[in-house]
């Protein structure tokens, strides 16, 4: 049998997703393995680029990646860049003009859905085909090659909370009627949390399974803390949401008990951003307490880990980010970070489930208080430790994919066929 994926995640221009790790068990256990996904739109892709559509296939071994470039796809990050204010003082036209352009991008997912459909006819005439579609535009497509009899079932994994990332009503309207359809439709639905699972609970006739997002647990370089460290550290994108804003807030009140407190912020910033965040660290007079690194190598990475007290996952209570849950948490795990996360989440649920750490309101007196009741707490501050990389290995990525696999294979050995 052969293995199809069908995403909107620019796979050969992002790492470390759960979609290169389905590719990697996948390869292993199939003859031939075809990625079809979304390529993020070139910085550079003007106006007319964007009402022309291109297709590009390279091989590696075994996998065959099919990228597509749909219709009204435009350059990566364009429309927030000119619709979301840095500083909060954009006003109400931007505000309009990003809602305007967010209801407009659902042309965008329907010429997805159908740029996807039409590059998975193109592998669904060779052998039979075990087909996963991640998010619901992939799933819509998979859904109109199963009525037109090229495939047989398919499994799609809900790994985000889609209208999260919309802002005009019409457009989060839109995608939750899609995500709700994709789950209804699919003949077996994987979420990666508990709380994205419970919003399809009433769903009739669907069949959804947990399957969590997991870790490299082995690469990551393990310490048992002995002793508290004020030395707080965050991993990941830094935007408004991230909660960054409020941890410098907080620092001021954390340094006048701990003289070394310290904020490490380390993933991609956009410099607009960054040059507010450190305007705001100039204002608290934390200004030497602060470093925003930016994107570095995931070796930098590991040593940010090993060298921290505390990781940090408080994020203001989106519900893209109530739903999430981020990787970074379960590097904080690995790692033998003790970590404080949203209190009300699913990276909250993951930290208190697995007795890592605390949970707090994603304010200034949330995050001061927090950090230092997991600071006053010896004993326990070094039991949350402890925990973390025992409960990684269970989350490790290599158990995950067998797990992952065997529902699957449930699927298509119980009596559904192959299409």
Request: charged letters at 20%.
């Amino acid at each position: 049998m052969n293995f199809l994926m069908l995403t909107t995640l620019d796979v050969l221009g992002r790492r470390n997703n759960r979609e290169h790790h389905v590719i990697a068990a996948a390869r292993q256990r199939f003859d031939q393995v075809t990625v079809v996904f979304r390529k993020r739109g070139a910085a550079d892709r003007r106006f007319g680029a964007m009402m022309t559509t291109d297709r590009m296939a390279e091989i590696k071994g075994n996998v065959t990646y099919i990228g597509i470039n749909p219709l009204l796809n435009p350059p990566d990050g364009a429309v927030r860049a000119r619709t979301q204010s840095e500083d909060k003082n954009g006003g109400h036209l931007r505000t309009a003009l990003g809602h305007a352009m967010d209801s407009a991008a659902i042309l965008r997912d329907k010429m997805t859905i159908r740029a996807l459909h039409d590059a998975g006819l193109s592998v669904t005439d060779s052998a039979p085909l075990v087909t996963m579609a991640l998010g619901p535009w992939a799933a819509r497509a998979a859904e109109r090659l199963r009525s037109s009899g090229h495939i047989g079932p398919y499994v799609y994994v809900d790994r985000d909370y889609e209208p999260g990332f919309m802002t005009s009503p019409l457009r989060r309207a839109w995608a939750t009627a899609q995500e709700r359809r994709a789950v209804r439709q699919a003949d077996l639905t994987l979420c990666i949390g508990r709380r994205l699972a419970g919003r399809f609970e009433n769903i009739r006739g669907s069949t959804i399974k947990l399957s969590p997002t997991g870790v490299d647990s082995g690469s990551i370089p393990q310490r048992s803390r002995k002793t508290p460290c004020a030395k707080l550290l965050f991993v990941g994108e830094v935007a408004p949401y991230s909660g960054i804003e409020e941890a410098i807030a907080a620092l001021p009140a954390i340094a006048t008990h701990q003289a070394d407190a310290v904020l490490r912020v380390i993933g991609p910033v956009q410099d607009g951003y960054r040059a507010y965040l450190e305007h705001l660290a100039d204002v608290a007079g934390v200004r030497d307490r602060i470093s925003i690194l930016g994107s570095r190598d995931r070796s930098e990475v590991f040593q940010e880990l090993d060298q921290a007290g505390i990781g940090l996952a408080v994020f203001r209570p989106h519900p893209l980010r109530i739903h999430a849950a981020p990787l970074k948490v379960l590097e904080y795990m690995a790692a033998g970070l003790p970590v404080l996360a949203l209190e009300g989440s699913e990276a909250g649920d993951i930290v208190t489930g697995a007795g890592i750490g605390l949970v707090c309101a994603c304010t200034q007196a949330g995050i001061m208080d927090g950090v230092l009741r997991l600071l006053g707490d010896s004993a326990g501050y070094v039991a949350f430790s402890l925990a973390g990389p025992p409960a990684a290995a269970a989350r490790d990525w290599a158990k995950v994919m067998r797990d992952e696999f065997a529902l699957i294979d449930s699927l298509y050995q119980n009596g559904r066929g192959t299409g």
